[in-house]
DNA sequence: CACATTTGACCTTG
DNA sequence: CAAGGTCAAATGTG
C-alpha cells in the first residue's frame, strides 16, 4: 500500500500531479464553473429589473471568481513543469498544419464526378492557433456554427469543428475545434483550438478577449483567464452588449426564462445548474431547453 | 421558411 | 493509404 503523497518524493512529477494537488484545482475549476454559469444567469436578470445590486452582485462574483484563480495559480506554481506538458490527447494537434503548403487544384480531380469540388477545398489556412483547456468550451464570447465533427485516433472522444457564424456575412476566417480532453473529476475538460481571428465586427472589441493566447498551452491557468477575463468583460457590461458578449450564454438566459415560464423551484434550479458544472458543459441551449423540461434526469 | 446541425463524401497532407 | 479538415446535401428545429 502506498499512501498518495509518498509519489511526490520521487521524480515522476506526473504522479505528483495525479496524487496531490489535482483534485484540489478540480474542484475549484468546477467551482469557478459554477459561479460563472450562476453569474450569467442572475446577472440578466438583476439587468432587465434594472436593479441597482446588479453591479454589487457583479462585483462580488468577480472577487469570488479571482480568490480561486488565485487559489489554482498559487497550487500550479508547485508543479509548472508537468503542466507545460500537455496531457497526450492534447498534443494532438497536429504538426500536419504547421507545415501546410500551396497546392492549388487537386491532382485527383479527374473524374467529373468529383469536379464539383473544383472551389478551394482546402486544409487548415493558418499556422497561428492558440489553445485551452477549459470546462466550458463555448463560452468565448463568439457566436460559433458547427460545420463538422470527426473521429480523432487514438481518442475516444470525437472532435467537433466550428467557424464563426458570420464567416460568410463578413469573411470572419476564425475556426476553433473542441474535443473532450480527459474527465477531472467531474468535471470534464475540454480541448479548444482557435485558429485565425475574428474579423467580424459584433465581435471586434471582444477578439483580444476571446482569442487567448497560451503561453503554457495546457494550464489551468488558461481556465482562470478566460474566465477572469469574462468576469471582468462581464462587470463592465449593460443588458445589450451582456446579450452580445454572451451569445454563447444564451442559454443560460434560456435557463433564466425557463425558470421563470416554468415557475422552476428554487431547488430544480438549483440541481439544474449544478447538472451543468458536472456534465458534458458544451451543451446546446436546446439540450439545456430538453434538460428543464424533462426534470433534469 | 430560414437557419443550424448532422453526416458522409471529398480533399489535402504526410 | 491513413488521418484529419472541409464541404454541402439531408435533416432537424423554431
Known sequence: MKNKS?????TDVSNCFRCDHRPAIDEIVREQSL????RAVVLPALETKADERAEIVAQLFGSILDCSRKVICALRSHYVG?????PPEAVV???????RKNSEGSKKMGDGAKSKSVHEHKRRRYTNSTSQVTPVP???GHQWRKYGQKNINNSNHQRSYYRCTYKHEQNCKATKTVQQLYNAGETIMYTVVYYGQHTCKTNTSNASLHVIETSTPQSISTTCSDLGDTRQKLDNM????????????GSYHTLEEEHNTLG????DMHKLLDTFACGPLDLDS?????IVRSGFC
Open 286 to 290: 436546446w439540450e439545456i431547453d430538453a
Open 35 to 38: 459561479v460563472s454559469q450562476l
Open 93 to 99: 494537434i497536429d504538426k500536419r498544419r504547421a507545415k
Open 82 to 86: 508537468v503542466l507545460e506538458s500537455p
Open 264 to 267: 422552476l423551484e428554487d431547488e
Open 6 to 10: 509518498s509519489c511526490c518524493l520521487k
Open 238 to 249: 449593460h443588458t445589450p452588449e451582456l446579450a452580445e458578449v454572451c451569445s454563447e450564454f
Open 138 to 140: 463555448h463560452y468565448d
